[in-house]
């Protein structure tokens, strides 16, 4: 499986962008697409995830709930992450990963991570 994010660039605060993320290599009847983040000198953190099978479940972690929406893009295994009022906090290198099963919340769930792309949010 290959991800291929893309999107990241500099804003400043108040801003907004989108990230994309493709998966291709295999198919899958479900899917379920996540982003995580990771910013200098700090662990790599959950921002949010989208399933679909029957229907869509998403996920978001506090931070972003309210300003970052994940949703799945007319083309098959595109997955798009976009950000409203960007904060300073945001900045960050942002990762999609396809989750395998686990706690949705957690890295070790996600067995394919793209090469990430880097957000960065002026003051």
């Known amino acids: 499986v290959q991800l291929q994010a893309s999107g990241g660039g500099l804003v400043q605060a108040g801003g907004s962008l989108r990230l994309s993320c493709a998966a291709s290599g295999r198919t899958f009847s479900s899917y379920s697409l996540g982003w995580f983040r990771q910013a200098p000198g700090k662990e790599r953190e959950f921002v949010a995830t989208?399933?679909?099978?029957?229907?869509?479940?998403?996920w978001y972690a506090d931070s972003v709930k309210g300003r970052f929406t994940i949703s799945r893009g007319n083309a098959e295994n595109t997955v798009y992450l976009q950000m409203n009022s960007l904060k300073p906090e945001d900045t960050a290198v942002y990762y999609c990963?396809?989750?395998?099963?686990?706690?949705?919340?957690?890295?070790?769930?996600?067995?394919?991570w793209g090469q990430g792309t880097l957000v960065t949010v002026s003051s």
């Open positions: 989208i399933r679909w099978k029957n229907d869509v479940t998403t």
């Open positions: 990963a396809v989750y395998d099963s686990g706690y949705v919340y957690h890295t070790g769930s996600y067995p394919y």
